[in-house]
């Protein structure tokens, strides 16, 4: 009975499987697009990242790479064509007329290069701001990439007769020469140039799977997608917004603005302008590093811990010492430390480049933060915007003062807070003033004790206590 049972379904699933594979044939092909056609840099990554993403999400049977770059940024590479490799989506490029630098090794890591006729892909050297070629210690850790991404994609076994031979898909000492100079491949490339592939000598040579017009061809004559369904990236402003703070230029002016707002906010009385536009310099700077997970909790509250002994030295500890230099030192180890990509204290993974990067970006803010505070602390108070962060009327009048020394001894009072630096009023005249007694409120009765450079250091008058 049973069998007879089954006999009688077996028809009935046939017709199902059937159904269900033609509707599956029918069903066009999910084709997701990103268009890379600007600068390598963090944008672009950004797009890629959160491409890929959406395209696993909805499901895509593929992603076309829509890519016309000169380069770019060699860490935003690096992170890219490891994105690639690892993505469990084929990921193939459309190269629409330049794959140079950072844009060849990107197309390096796809499955499949396809190229506009008249395209090039090469010219991989690794060179500065000014187009000049960067020590051989950058130029060697770039052969690495190229050589292991071309290794990436395995090789072919070619059987004739009873020899068996392996030959690269993608061949390594090819891609090594669009870095190396001094690479020699007969018939390719002599020593002294840096190999960039036309389309044909793309296809010739193996870095090139077919040549093409337009992506719709792309699809469905080279990759075989037919019929098929394209969905392109769009990116947000926010998205945008992201890549452009962490732009190296701007991350470095970030730092500047925080080291100069803090240092101007210390000089100044009362709390404002310079205090308000160092805390939206510090958030600017690490919301996009901790939203796209480079910026760790722990990376976040060293900075907070440095400004807390900062705060310390200033406001508690009289002068300056041990505690200011390690709040110093943990300001700038946060900086730096955002800027790496690490897995909590693991930095295995960061290499000598992204290393070579942070520390430019830091060292940049730190050197231009301190020479824009030598260069402002001199007009302060003069003129424009700047007048109103300084008391420029008082200070003319201070510097017509009875000499320093006949002051020693005299009492006078705070005329703002001192913290430990501000302004004394000494028989009706207005001194630059440093507390030797750590905070003093404005009004506070205060002792001249010495001089020193302009200024007097004072010490609170301590008051008689209550009957």
């Known amino acids: 009975m049973k069998r007879i049972a089954a006999l009688a379904l077996m028809p009935i699933i046939g017709w199902i499987s059937v159904k269900a594979s033609a509707e599956q044939m029918d069903s066009p092909a999910s084709i997701y697009k990103i268009d890379i056609r600007q600068e390598i840099n963090r944008t672009s990554q950004i797009y890629l990242r959160k491409g890929l993403s959406e395209a ?41 007329n330049n794959a140079a630098s950072a844009g060849a090794l990107i197309s390096l890591a796809c499955k499949r290069i396809y190229m506009r006729r008249g395209a090039n892909i090469g010219a991989a050297t690794v060179v500065d701001e000014t187009g000049q070629a960067l020590p051989d210690k950058y130029q060697s850790y770039m052969r690495s990439l190229m050589r292991s991404t071309a290794e990436a994609h395995g090789q072919d076994t070619i059987v004739s007769g009873q020899d068996t031979t392996y030959r690269w898909r993608r061949d390594p000492q090819i891609a090594e020469a669009m870095v190396d100079r001094g690479s020699v491949i007969p018939h390719l490339v002599d020593s002294g140039r840096t190999l960039t592939l036309t389309a ?15 992506v719709d061809e792309v699809v469905t004559r080279l990759m075989g997608y037919e019929p098929y369904r394209l969905t392109s990236f769009t990116p947000s402003w926010l998205d945008d917004l992201k890549g452009f703070l962490m732009n190296p230029v701007v991350q470095s002016i970030l730092i500047l603005l925080i080291i100069g707002g803090i240092y101007f906010e210390l000089q100044s009385p009362g709390i404002g302008f310079p205090l308000a536009a160092s805390i939206v310099a510090a958030a600017l700077y690490f919301s996009p590093l901790y939203i796209e ?10 900075f907070v811990f440095g400004l807390m002994l900062i705060a310390i030295e200033i406001f508690v500890i009289p002068g300056f010492g041990v505690t200011g230099v390690c709040g110093i030192v943990a300001m700038i180890a946060g ?39 030598l260069w402002m602390s001199d007009r302060i108070g003069k003129k424009g915007v700047l007048s109103r962060m300084a008391l420029s009327a008082d200070l003319k009048d201070a510097v017509a003062t009875p000499v320093l020394a006949d002051l020693v001894g005299k009492e006078g009072v705070a005329d703002t807070v001192l913290r430990p630096s501000g302004k004394v009023l000494v028989d ?40």
């Open 428 to 467: 009706g005249r207005l001194y630059d003033g440093i507390s030797e007694s750590g905070f003093i409120e404005r009004g506070t009765a205060v002792l001249i004790t010495r001089f020193e450079n302009a200024q007097v250091y004072v010490e609170q008058v301590a008051q008689a206590p209550p009957r």
């Open 200 to 214: 044909d000598e793309a296809v010739k040579w193996g870095f090139c799977d077919g040549i093409a017009d337009s």
């Open 335 to 373: 900086f730096f430390l955002c800027l790496l990509d690490n897995i909590r204290f693991d930095f295995s993974g960061v290499h000598s480049v992204d290393t070579g990067r942070a520390t430019m970006i830091v060292l940049s803010g730190i050197v231009f933060g301190s020479l824009a505070m």
């Open 56 to 96: 696993q999400t909805m499901g895509a049977d593929a992603v076309l790479i829509h890519l016309n770059t000169y380069g770019g940024l060699l860490d935003a590479a690096d992170s890219m064509r490891t994105a690639i490799l690892y993505s469990p989506i084929p990921v193939y490029v459309f190269i629409d």
């Open 293 to 302: 997970g480079l910026a760790e909790n722990w990376e976040i509250l060293l």
